[in-house]
T-cell receptor, first 110, second 111 residues
């Protein structure tokens, strides 16, 4: 069964901390994505990557960065966490015919 | 960022009823996808549509890719309590792998 695995289901961090959200896929997909999901705002694209070491900004990249050193791993980095980054973060991978999502990481910044 | 118009926003129905929801866009898509999200989980793909006019079923679920490539609908027949969740449509823009998501339909099923 193909999988996208996000390393943490729940995370609580302090304001100002550097936060790493990890995502690993075992499907040899080229494309990977990070979204955040907030009530009333739907899924918003933060960053995506079409290849190793490649990254593109999505619709809301401010306050975030990403790393794709290996094909199977796409990391989302919050350089200095703020309370408005409290959200559900979803990782997905794709071959171009539909996304497979991870189970999500619910991040709370206090 | 762009979002698709999905309706209705929420539905409260009785077990056994049929459900219909749809998505419209001002842009054309070459793929339409329908996802379901359970509370606290990531979205799970239900149905994928790759051709205009295509009608596809997955158990009690049926979805269609509109002829104009700007709309899609999802029907659920004989709803059951485990159908509860949020349903998202998503369109894949031509020549990219970027999905545009609908705003979601929250479904509640009462026994």
């Amino acid at each position: 069964d193909v999988k996208v695995t996000q390393s943490s289901r729940y995370l609580v961090k302090r304001t100002g901390e550097k936060v790493f959200l990890e995502c690993v896929q075992d499907m040899d997909h080229e494309n990977m994505f990070w979204y955040r999901q907030d009530p009333g705002l739907g899924l918003r694209l933060i960053y995506f990557s079409y290849d190793v070491k490649m990254k593109e900004k999505g619709d809301i990249p401010e306050g975030y960065s990403v790393s794709r050193e290996k094909k199977e791993r796409f990391s989302l980095i919050l350089e200095s966490a703020s309370t408005n980054q409290t959200s559900m973060y979803l990782c997905a991978s794709s071959t171009g015919r539909g996304y497979t999502f991870g189970s999500g990481t619910r991040l709370t910044v206090v | 960022g762009q979002q698709l118009n999905q309706s209705p926003q929420s539905m409260f129905i009785q077990e056994g009823e049929d459900v219909s929801m749809n998505c419209t866009s001002s842009s054309i898509f070459n793929t339409w996808l329908w996802y379901k999200q359970d509370p606290g989980e990531g979205p799970v793909l239900l149905i994928a549509l790759y051709k205009a006019g295509e009608l596809t079923s997955n158990g009690r679920l049926t979805a269609q890719f509109g002829i104009t490539r700007k709309d899609s609908f999802l029907n659920i027949s004989a709803s059951i309590p485990s159908d509860v969740g949020i349903y998202f449509c998503a369109g894949l823009t031509p020549n990219t792998d970027k999905l545009i998501f609908g705003t979601g339909t929250r479904l509640q099923v009462f026994p």
